[in-house]
Nanobody, 124 residues
Framework: QVQLVESGGGLVQAGGSLRLSCAASGRTFRTYGRGWFRQAPGKEREFVAAISWNGGNTRYAEFVKGQFAISRDNAQNTVYLQMNSLKPEDTAVYYC?????????????????WGQGTQVTVSS
């Protein structure tokens, strides 16, 4: 069974940091692009960051450039999202996803597999 499992979410004060992880099981995602999306209460899911299969290309939403960093470890079948200088508006459920295109893509429709999400709450 293919699974993407996020971890690392939680409650943090504004200005703090969190590192999200997304571990894959059931198959290798070495050739897959990986991405992070988020959904805040009452809002649609939005793109956050993506990384190509070999880590050579990354893509970020404008609102997280310089604040978040995506990386991956293909040996561990895991992708990470380092989130710094967190703000209350970063509060959301964060989802990881995998795309068979292998590219760093911002379109959710291009992703084949999704995790269940991890809650990130930033207090002011």
């Amino acid at each position: 069974q293919v699974q993407l499992v996020e971890s690392g979410g939680g409650l943090v004060q504004a200005g703090g940091s969190l590192r999200l992880s997304c571990a894959a099981s059931g198959r290798t995602f070495r050739t897959y692009g990986r991405g992070w999306f988020r959904q805040a209460p009452g809002k649609e899911r939005e793109f956050v960051a993506a990384i190509s299969w070999n880590g050579g290309n990354t893509r970020y939403a404008e609102f997280v450039k310089g604040q978040f960093a995506i990386s991956r470890d293909n040996a561990q079948n895991t992708v990470y999202l380092q989130m710094n200088s967190l703000k209350p508006e970063d509060t959301a459920v964060y989802y990881c996803a995998a795309t068979s295109t292998g590219r760093a893509i911002g379109l959710s429709s291009e992703y084949d597999y999704w995790g269940q999400g991890t809650q990130v709450t930033v207090s002011s």
